[in-house]
């Protein structure tokens, strides 16, 4: 069980439930393969979760399974950065990789950060 996710492998993921319908959430993209929602806690003025509809544990298995859907997921981000009106100024594109890396939801996602001076990563 992902203690910080609080779901099991087997059991639908939190973005597997917003694509469902079963939890609201603020679409700013959808495809056949990709979703993007705003993040409910946002850490820049931009800030937007670009997920693929097919579940991967983190970046690293999406990157062996599929390297063509990882390649649209940073796709799907500049094309929302152009769309929000951060890709002249500058965007952050971040995942993070397990626990230590701060992932909490163990379902792959691009963070997509910017419309403000973001500063060093730590």
């Known amino acids: 069980m992902d203690s910080l996710a609080g779901m099991t492998d087997t059991e639908p993921s939190l973005f597997e439930r917003m694509i469902a319908g079963e939890i609201p959430a603020d679409f700013v993209h959808t495809d056949e393969r990709t979703i993007a929602i705003r ?27 599929d390297p063509e859907l990882l390649s649209e997921l940073v796709r799907v981000a500049g094309r929302i950065a152009e769309s929000e009106g951060i ?14 890396a701060g992932q909490t939801i163990f379902h792959v996602h691009l963070h997509l950060l910017g419309g403000r001076q973001l500063g060093p990563l730590a």
């Open 39 to 65: 993040d409910i806690s946002p850490q820049a003025p931009v800030h937007v979760l670009v997920v693929p509809r097919e579940r991967y544990r983190n970046v690293a298995e999406l990157a062996a399974a």
């Open 87 to 100: 890709a002249e100024s500058g965007y952050r594109l971040l995942f993070n990789t397990n626990s230590d």
